[in-house]
């Protein structure tokens, strides 16, 4: 499914109508250029799972967790990992076995680690600077 949008907010606001439809244990794994709005999306997502604490970008934590709304919300950014080996050292398989939603930026260093039922989202520029061009693939299962 693809969706353009044409500012932050609604970015936001197709994260939030992702997020209303994921079951517990999905990944939701972003690939898309440094401030394509990869975060705006989780952003958006926290939004939609009824999170109400401020969502910020996990760049320098690796994870930031929000456990306030309908699923907890673990919120990866990989730009600082080596590969996925790295990713099962800050403990990627207990965060899975939570239940809550896992959104994966920068899934690409990582993506021999993620299950191929894994919800890809591409977020790129689009014909102006404003706009944004969204990809949503869901995983395929098997």
Request: glycine share 14%.
């Amino acid at each position: 499914m693809e969706y353009i949008s044409s500012s932050v907010k609604e970015t936001e606001d197709v994260g939030a109508g992702l997020a209303q439809r994921l079951a517990p244990g999905a990944v939701v794994a972003f690939t898309g250029d440094l401030g394509a709005g990869k975060t705006a999306f989780v952003r958006g997502m926290a939004r939609g799972l009824g999170v109400a604490d401020r969502v910020t970008s996990p760049t320098f934590t690796i994870v930031n967790e929000y456990g306030d709304g309908r699923l907890p919300l673990f919120h990866f950014d990989m730009y600082r990992l080596g590969g996925s080996d790295e990713l099962f050292d800050i403990g990627w398989e207990d965060y899975l076995a939570r239940g809550g939603i896992c959104a994966v930026e920068w899934s690409e260093i990582v993506d021999d680690a993620l299950d191929a039922d894994c919800i890809r989202v591409d977020i790129r520029r689009g014909a102006d600077d404003s706009q944004r061009v969204i990809t949503i693939e869901e995983g395929k299962r098997g």
